[in-house]
């Protein structure tokens, strides 16, 4: 490590180089961060806030190593997480959306938070 920085001379040139060097995304932390997101469950009995707020913290986290989950891959990932006991519901708002519109991820939320109240 100390080749890599021995050229720096002031604290923001050793700063940026040993950030370059470290703080890049690997591979391996793409891949625990999907295990961490295909992983999840929704705890029975659970609130839709809770396993929400989880699903955003992980695609979040994704996010910020480069791996974007948007648009209507992401509405089948949250809708793929929920229990069996919501297919139901799930059901219900895959066919109320129409065929030839997208998905849209606010859209999916808001009616299964007002099915949940």
């Known amino acids: ?5 021995s050229k720096e001379m002031k604290t923001e040139g050793l700063i940026m180089t040993l950030a ?7 591979t391996l932390d793409k891949v625990f961060l999907m295990k961490c997101l295909f992983n999840m469950n929704m705890s029975e ?5 809770d396993h929400l707020n989880e699903f955003n913290m992980d695609t979040g ?5 480069g791996v974007n989950i948007n648009g209507e891959v992401r509405v089948v990932f949250f809708l ?5 006991s919501w297919n139901g519901l799930v059901m219900s708002i895959s ?6 519109s ?4 606010y859209d999916v939320v808001g009616a299964i ?4 109240m």
Do not use: D
Not at 45 to 49: A, S
Not at 80 to 84: A, T
Not at 113 to 116: A, D, N, P, Q, V
């Open 80 to 84: 793929f997480l929920f229990l069996e």
């Open 61 to 65: 986290k994704l996010s910020s190593v």
């Open 113 to 116: 938070l007002s099915e949940e």
């Open 95 to 100: 066919n109320s959306i129409s065929i030839s």
């Open 102 to 105: 997208t998905l849209n991820f």
């Open 20 to 26: 370059k060097l470290y703080e890049k995304p690997s």
């Open 1 to 5: 490590m100390a080749f890599n920085i």
């Open 45 to 49: 009995g659970g609130f839709v806030v």
